[in-house]
Structure formats: structure tokens, C-alpha cells
């Protein structure tokens, strides 16, 4: 039997991955203008509150260099800012402002609204999945 890439499952894993994904930022990106990484770093920050970029980066699978420049870009629109850490000056600590836990309500209803329309199209294999999906990132952590 030969290799079939199309029913590997870490491959179909990512394929799907990649499209429910891109799905979202469709409708993010037309909401707000924000790019992955951004959006990511922002729902980040709306659960944690004020974090380094090093925990961004652990947390929300990014590059340090993509949460940099996606913090960078949320500053200069007015979502985030950016001070040191109390007891380490060399971390730079992100915080939400007002204006971007506006954004992220707004954000919050299309997010769950999105999430709806999946768990309606997986209709009775969404349990399924999500336990599959737990037992499988338990394994990594």
C-alpha cells in the first residue's frame, strides 16, 4: 500500500484547520480590518488582560515577531498599548483599551455566531469532535 496524503490524518487535520480559519478572518477582516495575528492577540488579551508578548507567543500558536508586529499595528489604531513589566523591564506588557474591548464585544458576537454555524453544519458529529479535539490537545500539553 502507498502513502495517500489525502487520508493522513495530521494533513486533513491542518486542511480543515486552514479553512475554517480563513472562514472566520473573512468575517472578522471585514468587520474590523484585522488580520490573523491581530485577531488572535486581541482575543487573547479580552481573556487574559495585560500579558508579555512572550505569553502571547506561547499562547496563541504566532512567531514572537508576527505578535510583535501585530501588537505594533493594534497600538497604532488605538486597541492596545504597550508598557513595561513591573519586575522585568526587558518584557513589554500589552493591555486591551477601551477601544479594543469595544471592538472585541463586537467581535465576541461574530465569533459566537460563527461558531453556531459550525456546530450546525458538524450537526450530531460536533460532540464527537470536540472530545476528539480535547483528547488530542491534552496529549500535547
Do not use: C
Not at 468575517?27 to 491581530?38: D, K, N, Q, S, V
Not at 486591551?96 to 456546530?119: D, H, S, Y
Request: glycine letters at 4%; zero cysteines.
Amino acid at each position: 500500500m502507498s502513502f495517500n496524503l489525502d487520508q493522513f490524518l495530521p494533513y486533513r487535520l491542518s486542511v480543515a484547520a486552514s479553512q475554517v480559519s480563513r472562514r472566520f478572518a473573512a468575517r472578522y477582516e471585514t468587520e474590523a480590518g484585522l488580520t490573523i495575528p491581530e485577531w488572535r492577540v486581541l482575543a487573547h488579551l479580552n481573556k487574559s488582560g495585560p500579558v508579555s508578548v512572550r505569553d502571547i507567543n506561547a499562547r496563541v500558536n504566532l512567531d514572537k515577531s508576527m505578535v510583535s508586529r501585530a501588537a505594533m499595528r493594534l497600538e497604532q489604531a488605538g486597541y492596545l498599548r504597550k508598557s513595561t513589566h513591573d519586575t522585568d523591564l526587558r518584557l513589554v506588557v500589552l493591555e486591551l483599551t477601551e477601544n479594543g474591548r469595544e471592538l472585541m464585544k463586537r467581535l465576541g458576537v461574530i465569533a459566537e455566531a460563527f461558531q453556531e454555524e459550525l456546530l450546525a453544519e458538524l450537526g450530531g458529529d460536533a460532540p464527537i469532535l470536540r472530545r476528539a479535539l480535547e483528547a488530542m490537545i491534552r496529549q500535547t500539553e
